[in-house]
């Protein structure tokens, strides 16, 4: 059976382009994979990074969904240990009451950010030691069934909006596993634990009233071009692109500066978080995604484009919609 595609957007704001640009390049987006079939679109919670405008998530997913109809929504996730479960209920449960039965609620415990701004946000070091706590907290909100006597969320409270637990490593396969929910693996950028975490989840799952048998959301890399060799340009320019992103401190390399960190460890290091990556033609990138489904036991993949540019960005999509069996509209 083929697996059901989804997109994980991460608003990227390309070089000379603002903020605006690229909220309003994520509506375009959103807009055109629900003409095409995909199942959900999520967004990630990052801030201090002036490369991704998504720092305000649930403010982003509002207005993507006030600019669509069907396409699901949510977030990719919210990192819990920066907020408290009633304000992420509360925002989650305004957003489903708005758009019913289009809304997901993702949430990692990561900080999405470095150390100083983990200070800007009032994220203490220990708040991710909670995370199973407020998962159930902000899980209680949502189902009407408070674990803080005397407090709820409005609105929030009997929405039921999903949650799924996102991680790259045993823990959040354990959370997910012992809570009875849905799994999202972080593969796109940290393909290490995949195999053994999946395993572990599936293993280890309990059901419960959200979910009954386990269910994994694998992460994966994707540029589908015309040609092979226009799907490798690009790919050699997104590897570029990270060089700069990752180990450049602000400083931009020229092209053969940045091939020659690519051969060293630091380089080695950025082109090993995307060993999950289908690159090529629409046959071969279909080829790559179901060779991977089976090899991550995945009953859903999250697409990350890698593409360098806006046009080729959404060719991408098109062009996997199409292959993957999607395509409503990809004219």
Do not use: C
């Not at 690229?22 to 095409?36: I, M």
């Not at 990719?76 to 449960?93: K, Y």
């Not at 950010?113 to 902000?138: I, K, N």
């Not at 999950?276 to 080829?287: L, R």
């Amino acid at each position: 059976m083929t697996v059901p595609l989804s997109i994980l957007d991460l608003a990227h704001i390309g070089d000379g382009e603002t903020a605006s640009e690229s909220l309003a390049a994520s509506v375009g987006l959103a807009q055109r994979a629900e003409e095409l079939g995909y199942h959900r679109i999520w967004y990630a919670e990052h801030h201090n990074m002036p490369s991704i405008a998504s720092s305000a998530t649930s403010v982003l997913i509002a207005h993507v969904a006030a600019h669509t109809r069907t396409i699901r929504l949510g977030a990719g996730g919210i990192m819990l240990p920066n907020h408290s479960p009633l304000t992420i209920a509360e925002q989650f449960g305004t957003l489903e009451t708005l758009h019913p039965g289009r809304i997901d609620l993702g949430l990692g415990r990561a900080p999405g950010s470095d150390q100083p701004t983990m200070r800007a946000l009032r994220r203490t070091p220990g708040a991710a030691d909670t995370f199973p706590q407020d998962v159930l907290e902000l899980q209680g909100f949502l189902t009407g069934e408070s674990r803080i006597p005397g407090v709820d969320a409005t609105p929030g409270k009997g929405t039921n909006v999903p949650l799924y637990i996102l991680g790259s490593s045993l823990f959040g396969a354990q959370l997910a596993a012992a809570l009875g929910l849905p799994y999202a693996f972080a593969s796109h950028f940290a393909p290490d634990a995949l195999e053994e975490a999946v395993a572990l989840y599936r293993r280890e799952f309990k059901p419960s009233e959200q979910l009954a048998e386990p269910y994994v959301i694998a992460g994966v890399n994707v540029i589908a071009a015309d040609t092979r060799e226009e799907a490798q340009e690009q790919l050699l320019t997104a590897k570029r692109y990270r060089v700069s992103r990752f180990l450049g401190r602000g400083r931009t390399f020229t092209p053969e500066e940045a091939d020659m960190v690519l051969e060293s460890p630091g380089g080695q290091q950025i082109l090993r978080m995307m060993q999950y990556s289908a690159v090529g033609t629409p046959g071969e990138v279909e080829d790559y995604l179901t060779r991977f489904a089976a090899h991550a036991q995945a009953d859903e993949l999250i697409v990350v484009s890698s593409a360098p540019d806006r046009k080729a960005w959404l060719r991408s999509v098109e062009l996997l919609a199409a292959a993957h069996g999607l395509a409503r509209d990809a004219s």
